[in-house]
């Protein structure tokens, strides 16, 4: 998988912070990248959860930074995730089993329990027991086994990278919370996302106004 360039992540960073870019989630993450990550310290997160990273996220966190500026409000740290606005450590349980395979090739979104939203006016109880049921079963972290969120896009809608199995390397949208499933997410071209091609793609996006002439006076 192609990586990042350090210096063209950290110049593009930089004419963003400058221009006092309004993209979307960078009043969050100020377009500053966390301090980089040495090899022990990815290493020993590998080794703890039986995976290895994909290579080009495993060059960002060790060449260019541990999360920070990034698509929506940036890239969440090794290991961490979002807690009402702030960061907190994930475990297994959380996340899924990490060595285990991600078990989908394609778009996901089973909602054949969920009850019918005008049952909560007919019968309440029944609705409420139905509902607890279905988000058991629509939630369990079995789903996301093989993967990790490695951003928050607002809403409670997350990125996943995958790490396991045939669809590792790859970012997957966790969507569950407005009840659209797990789908792949693909660039602009149609490809697959990779984390490298996908953060490329946000630097790009948001250099555009930047690069665009200006309009003035004739």
């Known amino acids: 998988m192609p990586e990042l360039n350090y210096s063209r992540v950290a110049d593009a960073l930089a004419s963003l912070r400058s221009s006092e870019s309004n993209v979307f989630g960078a009043e969050a993450h100020g377009f500053d990248l966390n301090p980089r990550l040495n090899e022990a310290t990815v290493a020993m997160f590998e080794r703890k959860h039986g995976v290895r990273l994909p290579s080009d996220y495993r060059a960002f966190l060790t060449s260019i930074g541990n999360g920070g500026a990034g698509p929506f409000y940036g890239v ?3 290991g961490k995730v ?5 960061l907190r450590d994930w475990v297994e349980g959380d996340v899924g089993v990490l060595s285990e395979e991600f078990p989908f090739d394609k778009e996901w979104n089973d909602l054949s329990t969920k009850p019918d939203d005008d049952l909560i006016d007919r019968d309440e109880a029944r609705y409420s027991k139905q509902m607890e049921a279905f988000e058991g079963t629509y939630w369990r972290v079995a789903l996301v086994n093989g993967a990790f969120p490695i951003c928050h ?9 995958v790490v396991t199995g045939e669809q590792a390397g790859y970012l997957w949208d966790d ?7 797990v789908k792949p ?3 602009a071209d149609g490809s697959p996302a990779t984390f490298s091609g ?9 250099l555009e106004p930047l690069d665009s002439p200006k309009s003035g006076p004739p």
């Open 185 to 187: 997410i693909h660039l």
């Open 198 to 206: 996908w953060y490329d793609e946000w630097l790009k996006r948001s």
């Open 153 to 161: 896009q607002g809403c409670a809608l997350r990125v996943l990278l």
């Open 82 to 86: 979002d807690d009402s606005f702030a």
């Open 76 to 78: 969440f740290p090794l």
């Open 175 to 181: 969507r569950r919370s407005e009840y659209a499933g």
